[in-house]
């Protein structure tokens, strides 16, 4: 049974849940989140307007589903680039109550597979903080390669904070 699933705007209060659930345990490799991102209204913006660039060719936003069909978090391929480059970046995040039991390995085995054969893509690029060995796991595990390191590369927690660079390139 497929663990990803094409986001929709009625994902929203279970989103909105989720995220409040694991605010702590996912502040350490997000943004720093204003209060208001938690809320139903706001995922149903964010939900909408990743649509909106799912349906010009941009993103690919997906919920990770559990065993019982509930969403534990989310996988998304996004800044896909056409023309010469054919190469997207992919994020993910899963819940502490479902962390460790291999759903963010299957959840991108599943998106890689979609990315490469679905879209048409020839490159996938992923970042993970240095000290994110879980994220490193699931990234190896499905053929990524670790191919250098950005200095203050994005804003977690508050902070620049630097970011190894890892890629996987379609084998077709």
Do not use: C
Not at 42 to 56: D, K, M, P, T
Not at 126 to 139: I, K
Not at 148 to 172: D, K, M, V
Request: charged share 20%.
């Amino acid at each position: 049974m497929p663990v990803t699933r094409l986001m929709t705007a009625g994902d929203a209060p279970e989103l909105a849940e989720r995220l409040r659930q694991n605010r702590a345990f996912l502040a350490p490799w997000e943004p720093a989140r204003e209060e208001r991102y938690f809320t139903d209204a706001v995922q149903h913006g964010l939900i909408e307007r990743a649509l909106r660039e799912h349906a010009e060719g941009r993103t690919l936003p997906l919920v990770i589903l559990d065993d019982a069909q509930h969403i534990a978090g989310r996988i998304t391929v996004n800044g896909i680039v056409r023309g010469a480059f054919q190469s997207a970046s992919i994020g993910y995040w899963v819940g502490e109550a479902h962390n460790g039991r291999g759903l963010a390995t299957k959840a991108v085995a599943e998106t890689v597979q979609t990315a490469f054969t679905g879209l048409g893509l020839h490159r996938l690029q992923a970042e993970t903080l240095p000290h994110n060995t879980a994220s490193q796991r699931v990234l190896l595990r499905n053929g990524f390669a670790a191919y250098g390191r950005a200095p203050q590369y994005l804003r977690i927690a508050g902070e620049w904070q630097e970011h190894i660079l890892y890629q996987l390139i379609n084998p077709s």
